[in-house]
């Protein structure tokens, strides 16, 4: 019996029960489509967060405090008070660093900030026009401060628009004063939202780096310290000398007790990638169990046919079939219930993903791209054709070895 | 040469551990083109025969000819193919494929066999037109009549032009109008060249074949010509 008529019986068999085969494959369906959502999720927030780190030029270096974090317990780290002025003073020095063309500190520090009866918890940003020329930010409503602010430790902020929003709700904020630990502060800018970008700023308020040191932290170490190297080629060469000239500065001479680590956007888009393949990977097995019950269900279903079709399968040796036929025939079925269940489950999971990103690109993430990976679909497929052979070899052995005499007497 | 030789034929049935012995040593020689009925009351063992001679199962003891070979040393292969290419059966609850046409259910041992797909329709049709069914190609069983299922049965059985056709009790399930319709077609088949095997219990039906075998607690109690031979088209021109 050729395979294109082993295909046609088993398809056959699949028509002439239609509605018992569409209830089987459910449980493939859903697995498959909740694998295919979970990837194509996985890769969209991939694609946005790597996206907005990109945004960031190559030529972007940051420096941090603390050595390189291996594990949780080494995150403490980024509170210590490695860096210093002295640092980015021998930073700008070209015979230390060569290609070096922005360098600028920033320091944090979480605080509540009044006006008049309203208070608002807000994280304090100090820094500089270039770090936020970097993170391309630039006020809606009023000016940014300048590098003479930052000499003359000015007094003045710009406001996040959620810290706006909730302090004067409606109301114009620029040009009025509000206080963050017993200090006036003028608001020269607001910020415009951000959206669901990882540098959001809406929760919090810039002001010149010197002026948070001295009426807010009371300290001279920086949190973090941004550089920007003259273009892509040096980046590599810059990443060196700043390693060098620290470890100087600091006088380590063995690098794995750096108190400081550098790192690039593609350091940081290798660690985004890591995070969300093994986020993609721990959902994608946990909709794998479904596909696990899908597969039994369809074992289930396919040994009841076997016993309802006892006659149909004496019947089919009697006239001639071999085992080797009624083995196929059984096998193709259950192989063909999940590669369908596995298609619609892909366009199934495709469609949703899609609307799912419709809706986030306009409401939290904007810029949230529909992404669905090739790889999502053949695995899609793949597994629920392993699904098919796996749970589907046992009825149809147990349909092949059924004695055409013993078949025909079955009632 | 004979079509089927059986020598000495027994069959036990071991029923776990329980022996059961169902044919005792039978001898008889069907030759090409003869129309035999096997007869006994149930529990004689035709069945069990009609089984062993059919290749649906085997024997416990003795020897069983087809067209001049030893059936045990048949593969479970060359079983399936004989089964497709020499034998054709006609059961008494008919046994078509239900939602499945008229013509599909006839296509069925031509799907098994090694018959090129372009010939299938034709013979197909060719078979069902030999039953006089040719309008109730696209019917399903569900909306035939008991006559008209085992006439569909017939041509399933024709359709791979086999040496042998196998009835087992064919009119069991039929009222007599149907049941005389049923035995016209297949006392036309045999006059037409085929080897027929009929199995019934009932003297009626038997006599419309040229040889009667009659078994009884798994030995053969009689084996006679016919005489007063019924003509199931003589019986309607009455």
Redesign the interface.
Same mark, same amino acid.
């Given at each position: 019996?050729l395979i294109k008529?082993r295909i046609k019986?088993a398809y &056959?068999g699949l028509v002439?029960n239609k509605s018992r085969s569409l209830l089987t494959i459910l449980g493939i369906v859903i697995g498959i489509t909740a694998i295919i959502i979970v990837m194509s999720i996985g890769q969209g927030a991939q694609d946005l967060i790597l996206g907005q780190i990109e945004g960031l030029g190559a030529t972007t270096i940051s420096i941090d405090p603390g050595k390189q974090p291996q594990g949780p317990s080494n995150f403490a780290e980024v509170y210590t008070d490695s860096l210093k002025p002295k640092d980015i003073e021998a930073l700008r020095r070209p015979a230390n660093v060569q290609g070096l063309k922005d360098i600028s500190p920033m320091v944090i520090q979480p605080a509540s900030i009044l006006f008049e009866n309203e208070t608002e918890r807000a994280t304090v940003v100090g820094s500089t026009e270039v770090f936020m020329d970097i993170l391309a930010l630039s006020p809606e409503q009023g000016s940014f401060f300048t590098d003479d602010d930052v000499k003359q430790k000015a007094r003045v902020v710009i406001l996040g628009t959620k810290v706006k929003e909730n302090l004067f709700g409606l109301s114009d904020a620029v040009g009025k004063t509000i206080r963050i630990k017993e200090q006036s502060f003028r608001i020269i800018g607001v910020f415009p939202p951000s959206g669901a970008s990882i540098f959001s700023v809406d929760e919090m308020v810039v002001a010149p780096y010197t002026t948070v040191q001295q009426y807010l932290t009371g300290t001279i170490h920086f949190n973090s310290i941004m550089v920007r190297a003259e273009n892509e080629k040096v980046v590599n060469r810059v990443v060196h000398d700043i390693e060098a000239t620290l470890r100087e500065s600091h006088g380590i001479t063995d690098p794995t007790n750096d108190d400081f680590h550098v790192s690039t956007p593609e350091d940081a888009a290798a660690i985004v990638g890591t995070i969300t393949t093994v986020l993609t990977a721990l959902l994608g097995s946990v909709a794998g169990i479904s596909l696990v019950v899908g597969g039994i269900g369809i074992m289930n279903i396919m040994l009841v046919s076997v016993t309802e079709r006892t &006659?149909?399968i !004496?019947? &089919?040796?009697?006239? !001639?079939?071999?085992?080797e036929?009624i083995l196929y025939q059984f096998l193709f079925e259950s192989v063909m219930l999940t590669g369908l269940g596995g298609v619609i489950g892909i366009i199934l999971g495709a469609g949703i993903s899609y609307a799912a990103a419709v809706v986030l690109s306009s409401t939290v993430a904007e810029g949230w791209t529909f992404a669905f990976p090739i790889s999502a679909a053949v695995l899609g497929l793949g597994v629920s054709a392993v699904i098919g052979l796996a749970f589907g070899i046992y009825p149809a052995k147990r349909a092949a070895a059924k004695?055409?005499?013993e078949a +025909?007497r079955y009632e | 040469m004979s079509l089927v030789e059986v020598k000495n034929l027994r069959k036990t049935y071991d029923n776990e551990g329980t022996m059961t012995p169902v044919l005792h040593g039978l001898n008889f020689k069907i030759e090409p083109g003869e129309f035999v009925a096997v007869m006994g009351p149930s529990g004689s063992g035709k069945s069990t025969l009609l089984?062993i001679l059919?290749f649906?199962?085997s024997h416990s003891e003795g020897d069983y000819i087809f067209d001049g070979r030893a059936v045990a040393g048949y593969s479970?292969?060359e079983v399936? $193919?004989i &089964?497709?290419?020499k034998l054709g059966?006609i059961?008494q609850a008919f046994?078509l +494929?239900?939602?499945?046409s008229v013509l599909?259910n006839v296509k069925?041992?031509l799907? $098994?066999?090694d018959v090129p797909?372009r010939e299938w329709e034709t013979r197909a049709r060719k078979a069902i037109e030999a039953v006089g069914l040719s309008h109730r190609l696209d019917h399903e069983p569900a909306q035939l009549s008991g006559g008209e299922k085992q006439r569909v049965a017939i041509a399933?059985a024709l359709v791979?032009e086999p040496s042998i056709i196998f009835a087992d009790e064919p009119t069991g399930n039929l009222d007599s109008k149907s049941g005389r319709a049923v035995m016209e077609i297949i006392q036309k088949l045999n006059e037409e060249g085929h080897t027929v095997l009929l199995i019934t219990h009932e003297t009626s039906t038997a006599e419309y074949a040229r040889r009667i075998i009659k078994i009884k607690d798994g030995l053969i109690e009689s084996d006679v010509q016919v005489v007063n031979r019924r003509n199931a088209s003589e019986h309607y021109s009455k």
């Open positions: 019996m008529h019986t &056959r002439t &006659r149909e !004496g019947l &089919r040796k009697a006239l !001639g079939a071999t085992e036929d004695s055409p005499m +025909l | 089984q059919g649906l199962d479970k292969k399936a $193919y &089964r497709n290419q059966f059961f046994n +494929l239900p939602r499945t599909q069925l041992p799907v $098994y066999s797909e399933r791979n």
